[in-house]
């Protein structure tokens, strides 16, 4: 084999080499994340919440609000209580969360609740319910 024949295979080699070990890179980072065994953290998930009243309470007023709190004050989201049903985007995933509702008239003194905390493990990138929580007066 001549010395043009050998530079020529390594060449050849090198350029294959870097088209693998580059190839091999890229499907090591696709497959990190969520459920991937890398350790990375999954993507953020939701938690939906729902509230109805008991037969002969009053319900909602203009203006009420029903707070969501996530995780002890970590995220607190607010509701328009006529909709009866919100959702709380940009949880974490893959781990449970703490959840609680409360019902706050448009002055902001608290109507109902807090209601009993709730766990709900939340999965990587999509929504969970928390169930529907019965105001009651």
Not at 3 to 29: D, N, P, W, Y
Not at 75 to 93: K, P, Q, R, Y
Request: with cysteine.
């Amino acid at each position: 084999m001549t010395s043009e024949m050998k530079r020529r295979e390594t060449r050849a080699f090198g350029l294959r080499g870097s088209l693998t070990a580059l190839f091999v890179l890229a499907s090591a980072a696709l497959f990190t994340g969520c459920g991937g065994g890398g350790g990375g953290a999954c993507g953020p998930g939701a938690i939906q919440v729902s509230w109805d009243f008991t037969a002969g309470s009053s319900g909602c007023f203009a203006g009420d609000q029903v707070t969501v709190r996530v995780d002890d004050n970590s995220m607190l989201a607010d509701f328009d209580c006529a909709t009866g049903t919100g959702i709380a985007s940009g949880v974490e995933g893959g781990i449970t969360h703490t959840v609680d509702l409360t019902l706050f008239d448009s002055g902001g003194a608290v109507v109902a609740g807090p209601s009993p905390v709730e766990s709900v493990t939340v999965p990587c990138g999509s929504t969970v319910s928390a169930g529907i929580y019965d105001f009651t007066d």
